[in-house]
T-cell receptor, first 112, second 115 residues
Framework: KQEVTQIPAALSVPEGENLVLNCSFTDSAIYNLQWFRQDPGKGLTSLLLIQSSQREQTSGRLNASLDKSSGRSTLYIAASQPGDSATYLCAVTPSGTYKYIFGTGTRLKVLA | NAGVTQTPKFRVLKTGQSMTLLCAQDMNHEYMYWYRQDPGMGLRLIHYSVGEGTTAKGEVPDGYNVSRLKKQNFLLGLESAAPSQTSVYFC??????????????FGEGSRLTVL
């Protein structure tokens, strides 16, 4: 059974720091991995989607990498800002299924 | 550009009452999903659909039913609400490229309280 883990559960950093969020999964047979952002009381917003054949994806200050063989993905946020404060979740789609399996998220707080 | 729309956004029920949550998407997506989100539990899949007229069980389907009579709509029903169904419910949809499910788009959520 595919399991997705995100550590740490919470993280506080001063503004301007570069930071890395981690996501690990137990089964490397996946279609893709997706990173999301969730603001309090809101839905999830897709940040980056990495197909299983890709190693990384970039969007602005965000860079997500995927190492399928080791079951790991990282989300790198450059020059963090208070507006980046949110919960970040990752999800994988196991091969042969239509389901997304989510981690429990990392709650990020960027201090001004 | 509406995306994924959920109604209602808030609802309070008494134990034993029934209700239906409606999800509508305007992106012509094949796949639609219902999740519930609880503190410390993350997002758990209730039911999903891979096309009009199809539904399938997810991780926590008990106590819920779904229907997908039209491609753009996915309904989640609670026949006899229980306090354990107090949660925030999210609907999501995705397109279906040959390489598997694509990017997932979420609604804003429906907060349900069962007394």
């Amino acid at each position: 059974k595919q399991e997705v883990t995100q550590i740490p559960a919470a993280l506080s950093v001063p503004e301007g720091e570069n930071l890395v969020l981690n996501c690990s999964f137990t089964d490397s047979a996946i279609y893709n991995l997706q990173w999301f952002r969730q603001d309090p009381g809101k839905g999830l917003t897709s940040l980056l989607l990495i197909q299983s054949s890709q190693r990384e994806q970039t969007s602005g200050r965000l860079n997500a990498s995927l190492d399928k063989s080791s079951g790991r993905s990282t989300l790198y946020i450059a020059a963090s800002q208070p507006g980046d404060s949110a919960t970040y979740l990752c999800a994988v789609t196991p091969s042969g299924t239509y389901k997304y399996i989510f981690g429990t998220g990392t709650r990020l707080k960027v201090l001004a | 550009n509406a995306g994924v729309t959920q109604t209602p956004k808030f609802r309070v029920l008494k134990t034993g009452q029934s209700m239906t949550l409606l999800c509508a998407q305007d992106m012509n997506h094949e796949y639609m999903y219902w999740y519930r989100q609880d503190p410390g539990m993350g997002l758990r899949l209730i039911h999903y659909s891979v096309g009009e007229g199809t539904t399938a069980k997810g991780e926590v389907p008990d106590g819920y039913n779904v229907s997908r009579l039209k491609k753009q709509n996915f309904l989640l029903g609670l026949e006899s609400a229980a306090p354990s169904q107090t949660s925030v419910y999210f609907c999501a949809s995705s397109y279906s490229p040959p390489t598997g499910p694509g990017e997932l788009f979420f609604g804003e959520g429906s907060r349900l309280t069962v007394l």
